[in-house]
């Protein structure tokens, strides 16, 4: 079957650093993405990864390794305003995104 | 780049009624237009993948007859919810996939919040 497995909740504080992990498990894989969505709102995409290694974008990292099924969001320098939820999601062989249930990020001061 | 806009953004209805809801990508072209619905602190739901020109797929479980989906060209799919009842009262968002940037990318417009009386 087709999983996604990344935490529920996490907490840290302003100004520090955070790793949200996700694993994977798709009918073929075309690629991780990371999207970030607050409360309310719709997601909005954060990042693709397709290759294994490290991809930064200001403060936000993502990395992917393909033979581990596994996949992390780095923040650093974290915000008041990066409080929200984190969703991992795999693309499989037929272009289709498998989502996880979502990491809810809780940050304080 | 990479808008996508979604009308409207809230939406209040008797119990019967039918409810359009429209999705827009503003700059790009949308080859493929996806309909999520999120229940409150729930995850994505995807309800059903269109193609331009072409009949939506439905996940299963969703029932084609009731939401009705149209992805008449390649910058507009609507969602028309058929006959609502309080328990389609959800979160209901659009997704497009298509000629913007990597074309692998799903980018989703800001969601059409329904409550069904």
């Known amino acids: 079957g087709q999983n996604i497995d990344q935490p529920t909740e996490m907490t840290a504080t302003e100004g520090a650093i955070v790793q949200i992990n996700c694993t994977y498990q798709t009918s073929g894989f075309n690629g991780l993405f990371w999207y970030q969505q607050h409360a309310g709102e719709a997601p909005t995409f954060l990042s693709y990864?397709?290759l294994d290694g490290l991809e930064e974008k200001g403060r936000f990292s993502s990395f992917l390794s393909r033979s581990k099924g596994y996949s992390y969001l780095l923040l650093k320098e974290l915000q008041m305003k990066d409080s929200a939820s984190y969703l991992c999601a795999s693309m499989d062989s037929n272009y289709q995104l498998i989502w996880g249930a979502g990491t809810k990020l809780i940050i304080k001061p | 780049g990479a808008v996508v806009s979604q009308h409207p953004s809230r939406v209040i209805c008797k119990s019967g009624t039918s409810v359009k809801i429209e999705c827009r990508s503003l700059d790009f072209q949308a080859t493929t237009m996806f309909w999520y619905r999120q229940f409150p602190k729930k995850s994505l739901m995807l309800m059903a993948t269109?193609?331009?020109?072409?009949?939506?797929?439905?996940e299963q479980g969703v029932e084609k007859d009731k939401f009705l989906i149209n992805h008449a060209s390649l910058t507009l799919s609507t969602l028309t919810v058929t006959s609502a009842h309080p328990e389609d009262s959800s979160f209901y968002i659009c997704?497009?996939?298509?000629?913007?940037?990597?074309?692998?990318?799903?980018?989703f417009g800001p969601g059409t919040r329904l409550l069904v009386l």
């Open positions: 269109s193609n331009e020109g072409s009949k939506a797929t439905y």
């Open positions: 990864n397709v």
């Open positions: 997704s497009a996939r298509g000629l913007a940037g990597d074309s692998e990318t799903q980018y």
